[in-house]
């Protein structure tokens, strides 16, 4: 089991900036997928960003371009750096791991809010 500490969340303008990062309890090296999802209210919670372990990344469409997610494996950090935001961007942001390819999101921080005003 791994506990997963998310920081860095807050309020913004829209073309603002913010960088969440994850503090994870443990080694996450071993950790096959560490991502990104967010919620809205009324809204399905979905994935933003993951990386594998071999660096390989992949986002949702509406954040390709603008967020970009990274992992250190030596900190025990996963970070995502979040440009160009917008009010549809607002959301609790929460920090997951996936142990296996094949595994489901098992691991899950508490989450942070992003409020991003127009």
């Known amino acids: 089991q791994v506990q997963l500490v998310e920081s860095g969340g807050g309020l913004v303008q829209a073309g603002g900036s913010l960088r969440l990062s994850c503090a994870a309890s443990r080694s996450i090296s071993s950790i096959y997928s560490m991502g990104w999802y967010r919620q809205a209210p009324g809204k399905q919670r979905e994935l933003v960003a993951g990386?594998?372990?071999?660096?390989?990344?992949n986002y949702a469409d509406s954040v390709k371009g603008r967020f970009t997610i990274s992992r250190d494996n030596a900190k025990n950090t996963v970070n995502l750096q979040m440009n160009s935001l917008k009010p549809e961007d607002t959301a609790v942001y929460y920090c997951?791991?996936?142990?296996?390819?094949?595994?489901?999101?098992?691991?899950w921080g508490q989450g942070t809010q992003v409020t991003v005003s127009s």
């Open positions: 990386i594998t372990i071999g660096g390989s990344t």
């Open positions: 997951a791991g996936r142990p296996g390819a094949w595994s489901a999101w098992s691991y």
